[in-house]
């Protein structure tokens, strides 16, 4: 039996493609740009076509897009964050490419409040809808009477109209052919 390991998160994470970019690491002065995997207030997922080893400490800028009624336009929060793992992504085909795992280190209050909302809306917004409470199941209609039924059925003739048939080819049968060819001779 497979013994299950703990959750260590924090936070809650949600599947996020968000525009970003990371710089640090090995070249200070490089910047790779990337997509997110998934984000939570506490850090990020995301594909490099670099590695960067564990504990790297490296500079993010996360574009966060519209949501609900607390922001209206495109955000840019900056901050600095961990790399907490680095492994190769499955798939990966000709050129490597690394999964990273990043904790955000030092954010702005006002930014992490953000991230934490746009979180939290992203959450709500894949919970089903609620239902509303069970009402008793409405008593069946009566049958309708004829005059109702026909009235019914003509609706639904005027409304489509039935196309029209062509009669079907006949072969001629073995009596047939045997008057044509003496006919014919």
Same mark, same amino acid.
């Given at each position: 039996?497979?013994l299950?390991?703990?959750?260590r998160?924090?936070?809650?994470?949600?599947?996020?493609k968000?525009?970003m970019?990371?710089?640090?690491?090995?070249d200070e002065?490089s910047?790779l740009t990337?997509?997110?995997?998934n984000?939570?207030?506490?850090?990020?997922?995301?594909?490099s076509?670099?590695?960067?080893?564990?504990?790297?400490?490296?500079q993010?800028?996360?574009?966060?897009p519209?949501?609900?009624s607390?922001?209206?336009?495109e955000?840019?929060v900056?901050?600095?964050?961990?790399?907490?793992?680095?492994?190769?992504?499955e798939?990966?085909?000709?050129?490597p490419?690394?999964?990273?795992?990043?904790?955000?280190s030092?954010?702005?209050?006002?930014?992490?409040?953000?991230?934490?909302?746009?979180?939290?809306?992203?959450s709500? #917004?894949?919970?089903? &809808?609620?239902r509303p @409470?069970v009402?008793p199941?409405?008593? +069946?209609k !009566? *049958? $309708?009477? %004829?005059?109702?039924?026909? #009235?019914?059925?003509g &609706?639904?003739?005027a @409304?489509?109209?039935?196309a029209?048939k +062509?009669? !079907? *080819? $006949?072969? %001629?049968?073995?009596a047939?052919?045997?008057?044509?060819?003496?006919s014919?001779?």
């Open positions: 039996m497979a299950r390991s703990q959750e998160r924090s936070a809650p994470r949600i599947v996020a968000l525009a970019q990371v710089a640090g690491g090995h002065e910047v990337t997509e997110s995997i984000l939570s207030a506490s850090g990020i997922q995301f594909l076509r670099a590695f960067l080893s564990p504990l790297t400490k490296v993010l800028t996360l574009l966060l519209p949501f609900g607390r922001l209206r336009r955000r840019m900056q901050c600095e964050a961990i790399v907490v793992r680095c492994e190769e992504a798939g990966a085909r000709s050129r490419r690394y999964e990273l795992a990043c904790y955000f030092d954010v702005e209050s006002e930014d992490r409040v953000l991230i934490e909302q746009y979180v939290g809306w992203r709500l #917004r894949r919970l089903p &809808a609620p @409470a009402s199941a409405p008593a +069946r !009566a *049958a $309708r009477t %004829p005059a109702k039924a026909s #009235r019914k059925a &609706a639904k003739k @409304a489509k109209p039935a029209k +062509r009669p !079907a *080819a $006949r072969k %001629p049968s073995a047939a052919k045997k008057k044509r060819r003496s014919s001779s």
